[in-house]
């Protein structure tokens, strides 16, 4: 497990903690400005179960992987204020109405079907999206979370998401053996 370990922290890059090393670790204490983790309660892809909104994009939490997609926040911005839109496309030499993204996926190959995604630091906000006429895309009263755990996500090992200094830090918590 110690080489799995290593050489996951090696090739993601990510910090990864032992439990025994978890508890002398900085606790969590506050969410980061503007970095949470959405609920999905029907307003989103039933396979999606949190979002967080990133700078210029969005992380999506599916039960096995964690998907990225980012756009061109310029361009995005211009569309909503179109008098700053000229130099936007000027810039990016594309229509108004096209909007340049990319996206990628981390899967956790092998990863446990049974994971479950577990939350920490509520936020005292609560958020209403009325997507579209379909009423039953709608979703009110929706609850964000400054931490979210996949328990399990490999037997032994969790996968910690959270907000530190401005960016998204992950851990993965290793028990022993």
Known sequence: MRL????????????FLTERNAARAHPFTAPAPGLQFIR???????????RANLPGGFLFL??????YVFYDARAVSAAHH?????????????????????????EFVGASPGATLETA??????????????PDRWASDVSAFGEITYR?????VDLRLYPHQSSLKYEFLVAPD
């Not at 399990?152 to 032994?156: D, E, K, S, T």
């Open 40 to 50: 999905n309660d029907g307003q989103w892809d039933r396979d999606i179960q949190y």
């Open 152 to 156: 399990n996500l490999y037997p032994g």
């Open 4 to 15: 799995f370990t290593f050489l996951v922290g090696l090739f993601f890059g990510f910090p």
């Open 121 to 134: 630091q509520p936020s005292a906000e609560k958020r209403n999206y009325f997507l579209g006429k379909d």
């Open 82 to 106: 179109p008098g700053a839109s000229s130099q936007a496309r000027a810039d990016n030499q594309v229509p108004a109405a096209f909007i340049r993204a990319h996206g990628y996926r981390v």
């Open 62 to 67: 599916r039960a096995t992987s964690l998907q």
